[in-house]
């Protein structure tokens, strides 16, 4: 069982930066595959960012390559995803997503843990 803990969440202005983390607590010492994922009033949650076990692997939606960075440190068990440049758009709660395994996981069926989200707000 993974319980997940979102932060850094918050109101910023068009261009800013936010980094939010999210804090894994396990009992086993099993490897996790992590995501970060986002979802807007009345639409469906979509995947911003993905990251392996080992942090070698990455992938990004289109819409944010560029401008997010996902990264983890195993030893503090946490994950991060530093946001700059953002844009009104990028309006939503961000949702950090864990599954059991070394590999890369894109789809939101793939994760098996979810974290309560944090808000994020980009006034224009």
């Known amino acids: 069982q993974v319980q997940l803990v979102e932060s850094g969440g918050g109101l910023v202005q068009a261009g800013g930066s936010l980094r939010l983390s999210c804090a894994a607590s396990?009992?086993?010492?099993?490897?996790?595959?992590m995501g970060w994922f986002r979802q807007a009033p009345g639409k469906e949650r979509i995947i911003v960012a993905a990251i392996n076990w080992s942090g070698g692997r990455t992938y990004y939606a289109d819409s944010v390559k560029g401008r997010f960075t996902i990264s983890r440190d195993n030893a503090k068990k946490t994950v991060y995803l530093q946001m700059n440049s953002l844009k009104p758009e990028d309006t939503a709660v961000y949702y950090c997503?864990?599954?059991?395994?070394?590999?890369?996981?894109?789809?939101?069926?793939?994760?098996?843990?979810w974290g309560q989200g944090t808000q994020v707000t980009v006034s224009s």
């Open positions: 997503a864990a599954d059991v395994g070394l590999g890369l996981r894109v789809g939101k069926a793939e994760y098996d843990y």
């Open positions: 396990a009992r086993t010492s099993s490897t996790y595959a």
